[in-house]
């Protein structure tokens, strides 16, 4: 039985109200164009595999073979929908279809000009890079996706391994190019994704007689390349440089809205180094603290590409000192500060630097806060759960940063007016002032 194909003119408006599809409903589909606002695609409503959806993708299925009975309607829409956003080209093709269908339809100039359109084929390219050897770059469907929502407008349409090419060829940011560092660069994959502030080093003629010596293999970006290890930063000059790499890169390979957020991430390193003397354990955890945030903002743009909902400026607003999981690091460099060997480097470093006023009583009020937190059993209480939110510990008795959870008699008003001013408020069940 021969399939009649329609084709469907789906635009952004259609996933505000109403879909053209029913979530119960499984479609056929195959994407044959995108525009900034809207995208084109065939629809083969008379399949005899009702309930049957394969999708092909540049490098992978998005859904796995025996997963694909389950693809309903409600998929697909999202999934065009993120077509719609530019994030992807998805391709769904009914497995069953004959390659003579396939040709049929595509040659339907008439119907294309019915619909004010021209139609354009699925890009060779596609085909072109599954074909190249397994040293060449393989994204997955999640980090494409991602990629098309970070990347400057200059290199959008080009292959994973073009933009290898491109990153590895620019001078503009200077950074060490590491294939494995522009892996990860191409998807933002800092934190728990491996990447580092402390892998991004200058690539001075020191790097670079150090790189020759190596022998890093410049050809090979497979993903069995492993990341260099990260070095130790010391200063937080050296934090503050890895971003200002991290900002010259932006420019020549990200877009506007991610390039501000590095700009952010750069402006708020700056305020952290005006607010004291730095040791290296305090740098590391500092570093640690950005990298964090590094991955949530990667997080929320993997939530646009899933569920189109955008979370990036929540993230950009925790640069701020008041962000909760800053102020536990500051917390836990006042406590290392507060050991023997750690007072030793810290009279080593004030004797090195001077501070201007503004900056000492900055570094005060945060030193008088946590030295007025509550204890118990040794232990300091945690800041987050004497607010509303909590801490975000799953356990109510275990904090995830090591403090302790109590609810303490007698509360200071510095740290009471802090929580009230920074972290929501405080928690109801804590004692009023008395």
Same mark, same amino acid.
């Given at each position: ?7 469907? @003119? ?50 992978? %299925? ?22 719609? %956003? ?6 769904? @093709? ?19 000009? !019915? ?34 929502? =970070? ?70 970006? !497979? ?21 200002? @790499? ?9 877009? !506007? ?57 929540? =993230? ?66 945690? @800041? ?22 109590? =609810? ?27």
């Amino acid at each position: 039985m021969r399939m009649h194909a329609s084709l469907l @003119l789906v635009r952004p408006e259609d996933f505000l109200s109403s879909s053209p599809w029913h979530p119960d409903q499984h479609a056929y589909v195959r994407v044959l164009s995108t525009q900034p606002d809207h995208v084109v695609v065939q629809d083969f409503p008379g399949s005899m595999h009702q309930g049957q959806l394969w999708l092909n993708t540049v490098q992978e %299925r998005a859904v796995t073979e025996q997963d694909a009975n389950t693809a309903t309607g409600e998929f697909l829409r999202k999934a065009v929908c993120g077509v719609v %956003r530019g994030t992807y080209v998805y391709e769904y @093709l009914d497995r069953n279809k004959r390659p003579a269908e396939s040709s049929d339809i595509n040659a339907r100039p008439a119907q294309r000009r !019915a619909l004010g359109m021209e139609i354009s084929a699925p890009p060779a390219s596609d085909a072109f890079e599954r074909s190249q050897p397994g040293t060449n770059f393989r994204p997955t469907t999640l980090q494409q996706a991602v990629h098309g929502l =970070i990347v400057h407008p200059d290199y959008t349409g080009k292959t994973p391994s073009e933009n290898m090419q491109l990153m590895l060829s620019s001078s503009a940011a200077g950074i060490n190019p590491h294939p494995a560092i522009l892996m990860k660069l191409f998807d933002l994959a800092f934190g728990i994704r491996g990447l580092s502030s402390a892998n991004l080093e200058r690539f001075d003629l020191s790097a670079q007689r150090q790189w020759r010596r190596e022998g890093v293999n410049m050809n090979n970006f !497979a993903t069995s390349v492993d990341l260099p290890r990260p070095r130790s930063l010391s200063t937080m000059a050296e934090l503050f440089e890895a971003f200002s @790499l991290l900002q010259a890169f932006g420019m020549r390979f990200y877009n !506007a809205t991610t390039q501000a957020f590095i700009t952010a991430a750069m402006g708020f390193a700056a305020t952290i180094t005006g607010m004291g003397m730095w040791n290296a354990s305090a740098v590391d955890l500092i570093t640690f603290w950005f990298d964090g945030v590094l991955d949530d903002y990667l997080r929320a743009i993997e939530e646009m590409v899933v569920s189109g909902v955008d979370n990036r400026d929540n =993230i950009r607003q925790r640069l701020t000192k008041s962000d909760p999981d800053f102020f536990n690091t500051m917390h836990l460099i006042h406590s290392e500060a507060s050991a023997p060997a750690a007072k030793d480097q810290g009279r080593s470093d004030r004797s090195a630097t001077k501070r201007s006023p503004a900056e000492s009583k900055q570094t005060r009020v945060l030193q008088d806060i946590i030295a007025a937190l509550p204890s118990q059993n040794g232990k300091s209480v945690c @800041l987050k759960f004497l607010t509303r939110a909590g801490c975000p510990s799953r356990s109510p008795k275990r904090c995830m940063f090591g403090r302790a959870h109590f =609810i303490p008699e007698k509360l200071e008003p510095v740290v009471r007016q802090y929580i009230n001013d920074n972290m929501g408020g405080i928690r109801r069940d804590i004692p009023p002032d008395q």
